[in-house]
């Protein structure tokens, strides 16, 4: 099974650590969404995106770099996101986008991210440390179980 993970992080690179550890559960490339040349996805049978969450949405260069792939057929897809709040509904645009180009979703994952956004900042952030070691263990065995609904 060949798989890529895309991701987008900028905040604290709390998305990029679920990437990074998804990708060694499943043996997969992992790649910033802006590294990713779009005609290439065709290679992969499995591919994962995820992103931080800003103003309540996937940052908006990721979600233009999905409108800009190829349609797919017979090519599955999961999703992430990290955020503040950690709400399973900030994955609805990422599924939406990825249905619309042909992707079959197989897994839509949330996890909570260290949050200095805002007025945050001056009480020295939320959801300290996360996500941490116990995030990260969700995140492989989360992984791992992909690896059956190829
Ligand atoms: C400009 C900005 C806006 C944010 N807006 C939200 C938001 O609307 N809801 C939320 O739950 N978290 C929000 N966050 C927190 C981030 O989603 C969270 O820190 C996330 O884990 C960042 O991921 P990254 O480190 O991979 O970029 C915001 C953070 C920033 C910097």
Same mark, same amino acid.
């Given at each position: 099974m060949k798989t890529l993970i895309i991701?987008?992080?900028?905040?604290?690179?709390?998305?990029?650590?679920?990437?990074?550890?998804?990708?060694?559960?499943?043996e997969a490339r992992v790649l910033k969404y802006d590294d990713v040349d779009a005609y290439n996805i065709v290679d992969y049978d499995l591919i994962g995106f995820g992103s931080g969450i800003y103003y309540g949405k996937p940052k908006n260069e990721f979600v233009e770099f999905i409108d800009s792939l190829p349609d797919v057929k017979n090519r599955k897809a999961f999703v992430f996101t990290t955020s503040g709040k950690g709400k399973d509904e900030y994955n609805d645009p990422l599924k939406e986008k990825l249905a619309e180009k042909g992707f079959e979703i197989i897994g839509s994952f949330t996890w909570k991210g260290f949050d200095?956004? %805002?007025?945050? @900042?001056?009480?020295? %952030?939320?959801? @300290?440390?996360?996500?941490?070691?116990?995030?990260?263990?969700?995140?492989?065995i989360l992984a791992k179980s992909l690896k059956d609904k190829v």
């Open positions: 991701y987008n992080s900028f905040h604290h690179g709390n998305t990029k650590k679920i990437a990074e550890t998804m990708a060694d559960a499943l200095t956004w %805002g007025p945050l @900042k001056i009480i020295g %952030g939320k959801n @300290k440390g996360r996500p941490n070691d116990e995030d990260l263990e969700h995140a492989r």
